[in-house]
């Protein structure tokens, strides 16, 4: 990019500015964004997951109740056979519809680990294709 226009040249010549440095023309400085420790970590944080669900098994939940929704490792653990093969899609597809659609308070599959009676609808919050490498992700948490 050349340093400046010619009109630009004319005007600053005109307040006794010529040069290129210093004259505050470069492009702003970037935001710069914290370094992530770990994009999906840092995915679910800002999809507001974690305000329900916790990245380590074994948390309670708010005022010593159990955690509103279950954990990753549980998700993990809950689901390691069809996350496995051929039916690895499938959950996949059917656990990211829960999470955009949110889930039947009358049908849960939770019933009595957890506080919370639902998870809401969080198509607002993420979109199908983020939620989908969430979920593959959330797969592959340790579990025992
Ligand atoms: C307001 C609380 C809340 C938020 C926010 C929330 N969830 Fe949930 N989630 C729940 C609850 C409660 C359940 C258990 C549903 C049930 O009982 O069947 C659940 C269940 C799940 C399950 C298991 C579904 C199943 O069929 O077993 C996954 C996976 C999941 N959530 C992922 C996510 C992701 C990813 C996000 C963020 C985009 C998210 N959740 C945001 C409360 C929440």
Same mark, same amino acid.
């Given at each position: ?6 009109s630009?040249a004319?005007?600053?010549s005109?307040l006794?500015?010529?040069g290129? $440095?210093g &004259?505050g023309?470069?492009? $702003?400085?970037?935001?710069?964004e914290? +370094?992530?420790t770990d ?5 679910? #944080? %800002? ?6 669900h916790a &990245? +380590?098994?074994?948390? =309670?939940g708010?005022? +010593?109740?159990?955690? *509103?929704g279950?954990s990753w490792?549980? !998700?993990a653990l %809950?689901?390691? /056979? /069809?996350?496995?093969? /051929? %039916?690895? @899609?499938e959950?996949i ?5 829960a999470? @955009?659609?949110g889930t039947?308070?009358?049908? #849960?599959?939770?019933?009595? @680990? *957890? #506080?919370?009676?639902?998870?809401p =609808?969080?198509? !607002?919050?993420i $979109?199908?294709?983020?939620? %989908?490498?969430?979920?593959?992700? *959330? ?6």
């Open positions: 990019m050349p340093c400046a226009k010619r630009w004319v005007v600053l005109a006794g500015l010529t290129c $440095s &004259l023309l470069a492009p $702003s400085p970037q935001p710069v914290p +370094a992530p994009d999906m970590a840092l995915l679910a #944080s %800002r999809s507001g997951c974690l305000a329900c &990245l +380590a098994a074994g948390k =309670p708010p005022n +010593a109740l159990p955690p *509103i279950p490792p549980e !998700v %809950r689901y390691r /056979e /069809e996350a496995v093969g /051929e %039916r690895r @899609q959950l597809d059917r656990l990211t519809r999470v @955009q659609d039947n308070p009358y049908a #849960s599959r939770w019933n009595g @680990q *957890i #506080s919370g009676l639902a998870m =609808p969080n198509a !607002v919050a $979109s199908p294709k983020d939620t %989908r490498r969430l979920i593959d992700w *959330i797969l592959r948490s340790p579990h025992p």
